[in-house]
């Protein structure tokens, strides 16, 4: 079993900048490829980005490339996810999983309780 707690959200002006955090536990947590998604109301979870624990490799969705920058930590087990120059349409539910590094949500096997991001205008 993987626990997930993210944390980090919160209400921020267009243009400035968040950090969020996902603390995993469990005893085979190293296994899993991390990502992070975002979900709006009556629309589907949409991946944002991912990283391989193992590797270090990254991916990342076109919308947020080279504004966003997912990292880990393993020493804390901590997965964190930059975000700079944010937009209002990116005001959403931020979720971390853990699962197999892909774009797909239905790739991922466990997942956080979420952290609301809300962008003004």
């Known amino acids: 079993q993987v626990q997930l707690v993210e944390s980090g959200g919160g209400l921020v002006q267009a243009g400035g900048s968040l950090r969020l955090a996902c603390t995993v536990s469990?005893?085979?947590?190293?296994?899993?490829?991390m990502g992070w998604f975002r979900q709006t109301p009556g629309k589907e979870r949409e991946f944002v980005a991912a990283i391989n624990w193992r590797s270090g490799g990254t991916g990342y969705a076109d919308s947020v490339k080279g504004r966003f920058t997912i990292s880990g930590d393993n020493a804390k087990s901590t997965v964190y996810l930059q975000m700079n120059n944010l937009k209002p349409e990116e005001t959403a539910v931020y979720y971390c999983?853990?699962?197999?590094?892909?774009?797909?949500?239905?790739?991922?096997?466990?997942w956080g309780q979420g952290t609301q991001v809300t962008v003004s205008s």
């Open positions: 999983a853990a699962g197999d590094g892909s774009s797909r949500s239905s790739r991922y096997d466990y």
């Open positions: 469990g005893r085979t947590f190293s296994k899993y490829a």
